[in-house]
């Protein structure tokens, strides 16, 4: 039971376990690999497009393993831990796991229908296709913040393009590349509306003669020269109907008064 406690506490004391679990995953696949180059098992864990409905599970399972030269897995695991870390610490790590298994699975079927239309074999394996999505999610989050990067400073808009060319073109540019950007577009596209839905959202409370918290409205707090699309989006009232939910149910359960301590 020790060593199961143990994991346990990790689990529960890491900010990023899933992160890490993922590095450690890339790294014992290299010694594996190294020791036994042949190694079938690498099949069962990498996407195939030409068998992948045999082992569906290789949809989430191909950025767990893949052969890197050394130099190249360090480089991928010290971008993995910075990035992927940063977004798993701000979202949680059942979110972040969710938003990571959506976006290979997304990668993958997309590569796999431009490669069949193409004519090509898709194969997915490893960190660098992996990690592209939570960079952009990043990215996204942080897109004010800069990065230096060998004593370059790169803002983080920058960094999002740098990243997409980079999949464009290890993936198969010109065309089967942008399949591949499938994971960062749904990446994005979370990030920004599913979240978030592209507005804040602001509560106003006022107390009653009876001290009571009461919920007078949500204020959608758009952005300054918010196009009238986004106004007109309807996943912000989806945003705002379950906010509005979430704020009745707080509300049901301390029973119309305060508590004090």
Same mark, same amino acid.
């Given at each position: 039971?020790?060593?199961?406690?143990?994991?346990?506490?990790?689990?529960?004391? *890491?900010?990023?376990?899933? #992160?890490?679990?993922?590095?450690?995953?890339?790294?014992? @696949?290299?010694?594996?690999?190294?020791?036994?180059?042949?190694?079938?098992?690498?099949?069962?864990?990498?996407? *195939?497009?030409?068998?992948?409905?045999?082992?569906?599970?290789?949809?989430? #399972?191909?950025?767990?393993?893949?052969?890197?030269?050394?130099?190249?897995?360090?480089?991928?695991?010290?971008?993995?831990?910075?990035?992927?870390? *940063?977004?798993?610490?701000?979202?949680?790590?059942?979110?972040?796991?969710?938003?990571?298994?959506?976006? %290979? %699975?997304?990668?993958?079927? %997309?590569?796999?229908?431009?490669?069949?239309?193409?004519?090509?074999?898709?194969?997915?394996?490893?960190?660098?296709? *992996?990690?592209?999505?939570?960079?952009?999610?990043?990215?996204?989050?942080?897109?004010?913040?800069?990065?230096?990067?060998?004593? @370059? #400073?790169?803002?983080?808009? &920058?960094?999002?393009?740098?990243?997409?060319? &980079?999949?464009?073109?290890?993936?198969?540019?010109?065309?089967?590349?942008?399949?591949?950007?499938?994971?960062?577009?749904?990446? $994005?596209? $979370?990030?920004?509306?599913?979240?978030?839905?592209?507005?804040?959202?602001?509560?106003?409370?006022?107390?009653?003669? %009876?001290?009571?918290?009461?919920?007078?409205?949500?204020?959608?707090?758009?952005?300054?020269?918010?196009?009238?699309?986004?106004?007109?989006?309807?996943?912000?009232?989806?945003?705002?109907?379950?906010?509005?939910?979430?704020?009745?149910?707080?509300?049901?359960?301390?029973?119309?008064?305060?508590?004090?301590?």
């Amino acid at each position: 039971m020790g060593p199961v406690l143990d994991f346990r506490r990790f689990w529960r004391q *890491s900010h990023n376990p899933a #992160t890490i679990i993922l590095i450690a995953s890339n790294i014992v @696949a290299f010694f594996a690999i190294a020791i036994s180059p042949r190694a079938s098992w690498l099949h069962w864990i990498a996407f *195939s497009g030409s068998e992948w409905w045999l082992r569906p599970w290789t949809l989430f #399972t191909w950025p767990l393993a893949a052969a890197y030269h050394p130099i190249n897995l360090i480089f991928a695991s010290a971008w993995a831990f910075s990035f992927c870390g *940063s977004v798993e610490r701000s979202w949680s790590s059942q979110r972040f796991i969710t938003f990571m298994a959506g976006t %290979a %699975a997304i990668t993958a079927l %997309a590569l796999d229908f431009g490669s069949r239309a193409l004519g090509s074999p898709a194969v997915l394996a490893g960190l660098w296709p *992996s990690i592209a999505a939570p960079t952009i999610a990043w990215t996204v989050i942080n897109r004010r913040e800069k990065i230096c990067f060998w004593g @370059a #400073t790169i803002p983080a808009p &920058i960094l999002a393009v740098i990243v997409l060319v &980079i999949v464009w073109y290890d993936e198969g540019a010109p065309i089967r590349g942008l399949f591949a950007l499938s994971g960062c577009a749904a990446a $994005y596209a $979370y990030t920004t509306y599913g979240r978030s839905f592209g507005y804040r959202d602001r509560t106003t409370y006022r107390r009653t003669s %009876a001290q009571h918290l009461r919920i007078i409205e949500i204020e959608q707090d758009f952005p300054r020269n918010a196009s009238p699309l986004l106004r007109l989006n309807p996943l912000r009232y989806l945003k705002a109907w379950k906010e509005r939910k979430a704020l009745e149910k707080l509300w049901n359960r301390s029973n119309g008064t305060d508590r004090r301590d």
